[in-house]
């Protein structure tokens, strides 16, 4: 009898049980180290109390330096707790790359297995010679198999040991004085120095980031997680890590002080809904939603504090560092860092609409794609739950900052350093194509960004009150001929504002305005066709006029307020660089001002021309067998009526 | 030019009007509905229409949530989400007719036919089904919509505390 002896069949390795979500305890690890930060620095710069003096002051001062000390000690232990379970995170996630890649080759094996048992069922004796040579060379790759297994799991179990060691280490008050006197801690105030003397050269970040060690690193995003999370050049992936240790920390200690007893204040409270939103931005990717995307989010940019509470915040939904179509959102009036959350999400459905536009081409195109909403500047904005006098003093002062480019420069600014920072971490070298999308005032802001030289490929104008100062033409923006998109529904009233000489022209307002109209015909950019909105009356103009109308741009097909989706799939089109799908409508041929001024007119005729005339024909009707007389003088009032309306209003914009 | 002057005030005058007397009712006006009656339509929408579109599609998994967050311009509150329909792989437009069939049938009006979409309303409830390649091959993506309104006291407080609690599970 002849044998052949086939190897046994391979069974599944069981997947690591550290996935990328226990990077949730990192995150906790880092939260506590930074918050025990910021207390042991607190002590170190505080000695007895001003009015002590005499032995009570030398001892507070004692007291205070031994808590100081203390406080430090525990720091360093838990920056080194931190550091191991960062070092043990990345192993996991190489060893969950092998295991990947030990299963393919499992399959792969399995499959010759079951193919050569279909071989030798029924083969006739002169092929055994060749079946056992084949399984013989099958059962030395089943055995090369098993030792790269075995080997694997001896990796797993090594790099668990040592994180547990690296643990153990400092887990007594001792150990941590040790690891806080010792001579190699890093020097975190050297490594913030030198980042900040980097500034804005994300080059120079970049390359200096990545020349650190991972103790290094880690250090500094536990001493400083504000500077690492917000300095443009440093990888997402490391921002997003020093910025979620930042909000977790912000939002256990203000939820703490509330549960506690404690009333936050007005800027308190502002703080944690600035946290709770970047939070919710974040989350919102796992929600059901948006679960099956399978899109990581990255919180790429939280200070709380900034532009007096106001915020700043930026989510990425995919990873902008390794992404092919990389957009960014900057949204406009009435949005700071509480809103991340809304932005995010239309962040989202531009993702998802990207993908699945080009997914639809034929044939499909792959690629990947990251989008990012960005509040990074000072949007006019007030609080619209405001109700006290000097509240909407200040927000009457903040939300005049629509009539002005101020915001819009500064906010251009640094909107050309974030692009900059996403073309210095991308791993490729450069962003290989990157959207700009200014929606409302940060249409003005990415215009004037790219103004600037804004190293953008595409940019894409929303509802836009003006291009900025001196922008005159397409031209003068500087992107790419052809790459310059806009969207304006007719009836959205802030597109209605552009214009170089202000809503009035030769009055007051020249000096305000904010610039060109970049709908226009003549302005030279691709107009594509949006939902044109439903027009509105009278209050309507806040309703329907600005939060339908104004807001629905990135939305889904909405009939219970009548939009479609026009705008998001062409904008998908341009972020996944298949402009040449988008229709050039040809733009407008109306002065933007006139729509307002159509408008206006509309209103009056609607609220105090008509109910004058409305109420003549009532009178007339009433007459009208009885006194002829009377019945021509009433329409003779009404004709009067109509052409002094006419001859008040004419047609156009005079 | 007198004329040009006065029209121009009375321009201004009026816009300023009208532009105060929006703001001033967008910041006094409230729904009139509690937020709790609005959730209950959007639910409502989602759990009468979801069933209904997983059997025109023969659908083999089907997840959908909702939750309370503001709306854009950070003026008023809105009960919205949405999740995946999973279906075995067909011809997308006989689907499409499918799912609208089943939909418009039920009573569900429809707004603006939009390519690759079925779009259908009920109570200010928007619903939108779609299929997307992003999710994965034979994933439908579903979002659903109600008004923006603006509440006050502790119907505010209950929106925003819904808003940071997180989502409902509402399909399965």
């Known amino acids: 009898m002849t044998t052949i002896v086939v190897p046994a069949w391979l069974p599944a390795e069981p997947e690591l049980q550290v996935t990328e979500a226990s990077g949730a305890v990192l995150t906790d690890v880092r939260a506590a180290a930074t918050a025990v930060s910021d207390v042991a620095g607190w002590a170190r710069a505080h000695g007895a109390p001003a009015d002590f003096s005499g032995d009570a002051a030398e001892a507070a001062d004692h007291a205070v330096t031994r808590f100081a000390a203390d406080t430090d000690a525990v720091g360093a232990a838990l920056e080194r707790g931190a550091l191991a379970i960062d070092e043990f995170l990345t192993a996991m996630r190489l060893r969950r790359s092998e295991h ?32 056992q040579a084949d399984a013989a060379q099958l059962r030395s790759r089943f055995a090369a198999y098993h030792r790269d297994l075995e080997t694997w799991r001896d990796r797993v179990d090594s790099d668990e040991q040592r994180c547990v060691r690296a643990l153990g280490a400092v887990d007594q008050l001792a150990e941590g004085v040790t690891a806080a006197a010792d001579r190699g801690r890093t020097d975190t105030a050297a490594l913030k120095a030198e980042l900040t003397r980097l500034g804005n050269d994300t080059d120079a970040v970049n390359a200096w980031w990545n020349g650190l060690s991972q103790v290094e690193r880690n250090a500094l995003m536990i001493s400083d997680p504000d500077v690492v999370g917000n300095t ?21 200690y203000l939820l703490g002080r509330q549960t506690s007893g404690d009333e936050l204040s007005a800027s308190e409270q502002r703080w944690l809904e600035n946290a709770q939103s970047v939070q919710l931005a974040a989350d919102q990717a796992s929600h059901t939603k948006w679960a099956d995307l399978d899109v990581d989010a990255f919180v790429m940019a939280y200070q709380p504090h900034a532009f007096g509470g106001d915020g700043i915040a930026a989510v990425a939904y995919g990873d902008p560092d390794t992404a092919d179509h990389t957009a960014v959102y900057v949204p406009g009036i009435m949005q700071d860092a509480t809103q991340i959350d809304e932005n995010g999400s239309q962040a989202l459905n531009l993702y998802e609409e990207t993908v699945n536009q080009m997914a639809a081409e034929d044939p499909p195109r792959a690629g990947s794609v990251s989008t990012i909403a960005w509040i990074g500047y000072d949007s006019p904005n007030f609080d619209p739950e405001s109700m006290w006098p000097t509240d909407l003093g200040d927000s009457a002062g903040d939300v005049a900052h629509t009539v002005t480019e101020a915001n819009a420069q500064a906010g251009g600014i640094a909107l050309s350093q974030f692009v900059d920072g996403l073309d210095s971490t991308h791993t490729g070298g450069g962003q290989p194509h990157l959207t700009v999308i200014g929606h409302s005032y940060g249409s003005t802001t990415s215009a004037s960004a790219a103004a600037g030289g804004m190293d953008a490929d595409s940019l894409v104008l929303l509802g836009s009150p003006g291009a900025s100062e001196g922008v005159h ?26 214009g170089e000489d202000g809503v009035f022209p030769g009055t007051w307002d020249d000096g305000l305005g904010l610039g060109a109209d970049p709908a226009q015909h003549d302005f030279g950019a691709i107009n594509f066709a949006v939902d044109n909105g439903q027009e509105f009356h009278g209050t309507g103009i806040v309703s329907t006029g600005f939060m339908e109308n104004h807001t629905s741009y990135f939305d889904d097909p909405d009939p219970a307020r009548g939009h479609t989706n026009e705008a998001l799939v062409t904008m998908a089109d341009i972020v996944s660089g298949n402009s040449d799908a988008v229709v050039d409508t040809g733009g407008r041929t109306q002065e933007a001002h006139d729509y307002l001024y159509d408008w206006v007119g509309g209103e009056a005729q609607h609220h105090v021309v008509q109910p004058v005339v409305d109420t003549y024909e009532d009178v007339r009707d009433g007459v009208v067998d009885t006194y002829e007389g009377v019945r021509d003088g009433v329409d003779d009032a009404v004709d009067g ?4 309306w006419d001859d008040l209003w004419p047609d156009r914009w005079p | 030019m007198a004329r040009v002057t006065a029209m121009r005030s009375t321009l201004a005058v009026l816009a300023l009007v009208v532009l105060v007397a929006g703001v001033t009712a967008c910041s006094t006006g409230s729904d009139e509905m509690p937020p709790q009656d609005r959730e209950k339509q959007a639910v409502d929408v989602v759990t009468e229409a979801v069933p209904l579109v997983e059997e025109a599609l023969r659908s083999t998994r089907a997840e959908v949530g909702g939750g309370w967050s503001s709306c854009p311009g950070g003026v008023g509150h809105v009960y919205s989400g949405g999740g995946t329909i999973s279906a075995p792989e067909g011809d ?55 008004p923006c309104k603006r509440y006050g006291g502790d119907d505010e407080h209950y929106v925003q505390q819904q808003n940071l609690q997180g989502e409902d599970a509402l399909v399965p």
């Not at chain 1, 990888?235 to 909000?247: C, K, Q």
Request: aromatic share 4%; hydrophobic share 40%; glycine share 10%.
């Open chain 1, 100 to 131: 990947d890649e030990l299963m393919e080759r499992r399959q792969a094996l399995n499959a010759e297995r079951d193919d050569l048992l279909r071989r030798i069922d029924g083969a006739p004796e002169e092929q055994v010679p060749g079946l």
């Open chain 1, 232 to 252: 443009n050049g440093i990888p997402t992936g490391d921002r997003d890590e020093a910025n979620t240790s930042a909000v977790q920390r912000d939002i256990e």
């Open chain 1, 473 to 498: 033409h397409v031209s003068d923006l500087g992107l790419p001929a052809g790459q310059v998109f806009v969207g304006a529904a007719d009836h959205d009233p802030v597109s209605w504002l552009g």
């Open chain 1, 641 to 644: 009526a109509r052409d002094a």
């Open chain 2, 92 to 146: 997308a437009s006989a689907q499409l007719a499918a799912v609208r069939a089943a939909l418009t049938e039920a009573g569900f009006e429809e707004g603006t036919v939009v390519d690759g979409h079925v779009s259908v309303s009920r109570d200010e409830v928007s619903l939108d089904v779609a299929p997307s390649a992003a999710r994965g091959p034979g994933a439908w993506a579903v979002s659903f919509e109600g």
